[in-house]
Each structure stands twice: as C-alpha cells, then as structure tokens.
C-alpha cells in the first residue's frame, strides 16, 4: 500500500467547522480538487523518512519521539475519533503547536539532515518506503523538508493550524 503524507493550513474557524462537523473536512480533503489546493503539502513518501531524520525514530519507536517535531508525524489532538483517512485518523496541530514546529524546523539545516542519513540503518529499520539505498534517495527527503519548512513557515505567517492525515 502507498502511504502519503498530507498537511492542510486551516484557518481557526475552518479548524472549529471541522471539529463540529467533519464531514465538511472530508468533502475538502477527498474533493476531486484537493491536489490544486494552495493550502495544501503532499509529502509523497518522504513522510516516514523525514521523520526518521528530524527525531532519530522510526515507527517502532515513535513513543521516544520528542515534541515539537514528533507532531509533524503523530499529531496528538484528533478531529474525530472515528475518521480515519485511510491509514488512520485525522489529526491537527493548533496555531501555537505549528508555531513551535516551524521554530524548530528552522533550526534544522540540510547539512544536520545529511549527516543524519544513514540508509543501511533505515533499511534495517523498514523505513517506509524503503527506498534509502537507492542514489537520489537523500536529494528527495531534503526537497521535501524545504517545502515542509516553508509550508509551516507559510502558515505561522497566517496564524493557521495544520490538519495532518495519511492516505
């Protein structure tokens, strides 16, 4: 199964119509328009990855994860319980939880990634999708952590909160 990783900007009333009534949220995120969203960051497959690389865990692991960056993975506060995106529920990040993500995303500069990059460890981790010993595979996970990095400074700048779902 391919797993892609999605994060929407949603304004603060957007947020509370989606936490009153999700159907609102599943007609925008599985809408035949959702992938011209300007709002919206598909991560590909690089979730896993970049995950791996910001907080050193892996999906075994993912409890020894730390806050800030742990959230751009596992997200703590549930828009319903009973959603699921497919590969398991919706979540989201309040205005001042993507403030504290985008902060520390700052701090973290494509040299840290590289020297993080380990593929023969991701591998024997099952690092989804488990692609790390291939050339370009490094290349692919810092493009996707600059447009990570700018989708959150793009939604501090509009004090937005941040919907995270796998599908």
């Known amino acids: ?16 119509a989606y936490l009153q009534d999700r159907s609102m949220l599943e007609g925008r995120i599985y809408s035949e328009n959702i992938a011209s969203d300007h709002n919206l960051i598909d991560l590909d497959k690089a979730l896993e990855g970049l995950f791996f690389l910001l907080t050193g865990a892996s999906q075994t692991t993912i409890e020894k994860a730390t806050e800030p960056l742990s959230l751009i993975l596992t997200g703590t506060l549930i828009i319903d319980p009973e959603q ?30 590289y020297s993080r990059y380990d593929a023969d460890k991701m591998m024997a981790l099952h690092i989804y999708p488990e692609i790390w010993n291939e050339d370009d ?15 959150y400074n793009a939604a501090v700048s509009e004090n937005q909160s941040v919907v995270f779902f796998v599908c």
Request: aromatic share 8%; proline share 2%.
């Open 1 to 16: 199964m391919d797993m892609t990783g999605k994060y929407l900007r949603v304004s603060q009333a957007e947020l509370e």
């Open 84 to 113: 699921d995106s497919g590969c398991g529920p919706v979540t989201y990040m309040t205005s001042e939880q993507v403030k504290r993500i985008s902060a520390a995303l700052d701090r973290v500069t494509a040299d840290a990634l």
């Open 137 to 151: 595979a490094i290349e692919y996970l810092i493009e996707n952590f600059d447009r990570l990095k700018a989708f």
